[in-house]
Structures are given as structure tokens and as C-alpha cells.
């Protein structure tokens, strides 16, 4: 359990390295899901579209909130957009800045998820096929409405008894199919060339602003790191303190179970020392509500 701690602590770190590599392998997971997954419409002209659509757009939601749960700043962007003034104030530069990061990261995998579903076509054909325009396929002549809507409904289901011998079954589907894979290159277009845009025009920007909100933005992020490792490690010396003051009657039982105390006095200053003075329940609430109210000023 520590060592699985351990390893979730690390792939929550601030390294856009690591970070990055957790996009890459939520994208190459989202093309493993569908790769995977069994797409049986239901033929049904009540659900198809539901079903469709649902494939289509529930699993990119679920990723989306995997990128973010699994991203550490986007706790720390909330953090510093909900705190209080106090003493130093809140630049809404950085909290852009690190929003945008946030977005950008967790979209990766979302996006791949509806490229693949859009050039595959699966989920469009069921979605839409029971709303396509009988008249411009033959096949569909000389039935009525209520049978051609079962009809285009079971379009998807090529081993219907129905769909066997219709002729404009496959139409229907290479028509869904190829305004799919339309749409989906499209989208792809757009996201390739927004990014290049992004890249090549973002030289003509004030890159001053640019690299002070970075800067503040990693700032933040590893300032709460070290916050929490030195309250942690404030909290272990606190307990052990406190551990020791209520066993220390029982010293001499205590070390008969081979548990070694130090002796009165030794290693006490030093204790004291890290402690900082902060040695009372009431001391500890107050630092840390003065820290979350009145964050000290970036003046060393």
C-alpha cells in the first residue's frame, strides 16, 4: 500500500514530463478501449441514437475527468483561485495560464477518443441511420413508413434477416460512413492547424507575460509541496513527541520490547528546533489558518 502511495505521490508530481507521458498513455488508452470494445447497436429505432451518441461522447467525459483527477495542478489551480486575499494577492494571469495548461493536457485523450470513433464510423451509422431520407435510396420504395424506419433503424445490423437482401443497406451505411470519416478528418484538420498557429504566432505575443505566468504557475505548485512535506514532517516530530510524554512511564517496558526511546534530554533541542516552537494543538490550527487566510508575501 505505501509503495502504491508512493508511485501515485510520483505520477502526481510537477513534472510536465510526467504529466505529459500520463496524456500520451490516457490517449493510447482511449484507442485500446475502442479497439476492445465490443460496438453492438441495438437496431432499435428508440435507441440507436441514444446508444450511438452515448459511445460516442460519455467515454471522452469520463477521460476528461481521469486527466484532470490525475493532473496535481488542476487541485492547485482551484486552490489558489478560491483562497482568500490575505497578504498576497492573486494574479489571474497565472490562474489562466494554469487553467489553459490544465484544459489543453486533459482534452488529449477525449479528442482521440471521438477522432477514432468519427473514422471509424460505427457509432455514427447508429446513431443516424434512422434519420436519413428514404426516398434517395431504391431500396426503400414501396414500404411503409413504419417499416422503413424499422428498416433504416436495422441498417447496422448487417446479419438482420431484414437487411440480408436489402440493397441499399450498405448505401445507407457507406453514406453514414463516409460523412463520418468527413467530420472526423476534419475535426483533425482544425485541432492540426490550430496548434500550428499556436506554435508559429505565439512569438508574436508578449513573451515577458508568458513566462512570468509560467514562472508563478510552477512557483505556486511547488510551493505547496513543500508546504505539505513540512507539515508532514512537522506532524511526525509533533507525534513523536507527543508519544513519547505518554509513555513515559512505561519506559522501562517499552524498551524490554526492544522499542529504543532516547534518554531524558537527548535529542530533545534538536526536536525542538525542527518543531519551530510549534508545540501545542492550538499553535498548529492557528499557523495553518493563518497560512490558508494570510499567505505570506513573495518577499524574501
Same mark, same amino acid.
Given at each position: ?8 505521490? *510520483?505520477?502526481?508530481? /510537477? ?31 428508440? *435507441? ?117 437482401? /436489402? ?38 505575443? /508578449? ?11 510552477? *512557483? ?81
Amino acid at each position: 500500500m505505501d509503495r502504491f502511495r508512493m508511485i501515485f505521490q *510520483y505520477f502526481q508530481s /510537477n513534472s510536465e514530463s510526467v504529466i505529459n507521458g500520463i496524456c500520451g498513455l490516457l490517449a493510447l488508452a482511449s484507442v485500446k478501449m475502442y479497439s476492445s470494445f465490443d460496438f453492438s447497436c441495438p437496431c432499435l429505432p428508440q *435507441y440507436n441514437m441514444a446508444y450511438g451518441l452515448g459511445v460516442m461522447l460519455v467515454p471522452p467525459v469520463i477521460l476528461f475527468l481521469c486527466g484532470l483527477i490525475l493532473n496535481r495542478q488542476s487541485l492547485v489551480m482551484l486552490e489558489e483561485w478560491r483562497r482568500p486575499q490575505g497578504r498576497r494577492k492573486k494574479d489571474l494571469a497565472v490562474i489562466r495560464y494554469m487553467c489553459s495548461s490544465i484544459m489543453q493536457r486533459a482534452m488529449v485523450a477525449p479528442v482521440v477518443w471521438i477522432i477514432v470513433t468519427l473514422l471509424d464510423g460505427k457509432c455514427l451509422i447508429c446513431a443516424f441511420s434512422g434519420s436519413m431520407d428514404p426516398e434517395k435510396f431504391v431500396g426503400f420504395a414501396n414500404v411503409s413508413t413504419v417499416q422503413v424506419q424499422q428498416l433504416l433503424a436495422k441498417v447496422p445490423c448487417k446479419d438482420d434477416e431484414l437487411m440480408r437482401n /436489402n440493397t441499399s443497406r450498405k448505401a445507407v451505411s457507406r453514406y453514414l460512413r463516409c460523412w463520418s470519416q468527413a467530420l472526423g478528418w476534419t475535426i483533425l484538420l482544425i485541432l492540426i492547424i490550430a496548434a500550428f498557429l499556436a506554435r508559429w504566432l505565439r512569438p508574436c505575443f /508578449n513573451q515577458a507575460t508568458l513566462l512570468q505566468a509560467r514562472h508563478w504557475s510552477n *512557483y505556486i505548485d511547488i510551493e505547496q509541496k513543500i508546504f505539505e512535506e513540512t507539515c508532514c514532517e512537522h506532524s511526525r516530530l509533533f507525534a513523536h513527541k507527543c508519544i513519547l510524554h505518554f509513555f513515559e512511564s512505561m519506559r522501562q517496558e517499552i524498551k524490554l520490547h526492544s522499542f529504543s526511546l532516547p534518554k531524558e534530554g537527548e535529542g530533545a533541542e534538536g526536536e525542538e528546533d525542527l518543531l519551530r516552537g510549534i508545540t501545542d494543538q492550538d499553535q498548529v490550527n492557528k499557523l495553518l489558518k493563518s497560512w490558508y487566510y494570510e499567505k505570506p508575501p513573495l518577499d524574501v
